[in-house]
């Protein structure tokens, strides 16, 4: 990056193998520091190095003539940071056929934006995910995770991702003020199965202050399972409780302070059995 910082208006392009390959998750990592740009060390004890600074999920890198837009609204450009030693990292979570065999070459295309006298408005990405929560019931018509966080920072959110996977129904947010009086709901958003999961713009501006709090209630249809449903990457038979925010001003420090682990509800609205 150039001393006054690096932001992406950019793509980023996927060229897949055959029918069948699903990208499941598409990640940009930003990391710092030669030991921490090493691409021999970019996986660690089977942990990624660098913080998610964008991503899209199930189906959101759409096929190599449709590449996966970094779908920024309007006017704004991805912060990537002014240090001179930072790498980004491209990762890729596949959904592979059994049996598959093949060639997968992804293609990163990065854009940077122009940083002027009329610069777009930088951005950042912050991540909610429940990092643990208790095994989800089979046979309830809806199960709700509940993650809670802290915002450190004044921030205004301008688009929202959610992640799951074939159990999920819907996400909601609850924004509390500090005194916990309820200021809004963002969504609930339909967690369409197999439809692209990447930013979409929010409608209305959604101001956060330092001391508020949100609350992501992750809502889970299992009344079709027979076992119970866990924490992990398999769609088939795990799920995942995640949401990703598009905020402004962009900022190296975390926006939010998330307790997931130990802090995370399962609660059965309503049980078909």
Known sequence: P???????AGAVGVRLGPDGVVVH????????GPRQCDGHLAWRNGRARGAAIFGWARRGAGPAEQPADLRLPPGTALAVGTDRDTCLFLEMHLEVPTGWTGTIEPDLLLWPAALGSESPVQVTVAEIAATSFDPLPPGAADVTVR?????????VILAVRNHGHSAAAFYETRHFNASRALMEVIGPFAMAQGGPQVFEPLEGRVALLAGDSIELACHYNTSDRTEPTVLGPNPAHEEMCNQYF??????DASSLSCSTAGHTMVEVAQSLT
């Open 25 to 32: 998750h598409l990640l940009v990592r930003r990391a710092a």
């Open 147 to 155: 993650v809670h966080c802290s915002v450190r920072r004044n921030v």
């Open 246 to 251: 598009v905020l402004k001003p962009a900022s």
């Open 2 to 8: 150039a001393a006054d910082g690096l932001a992406l």
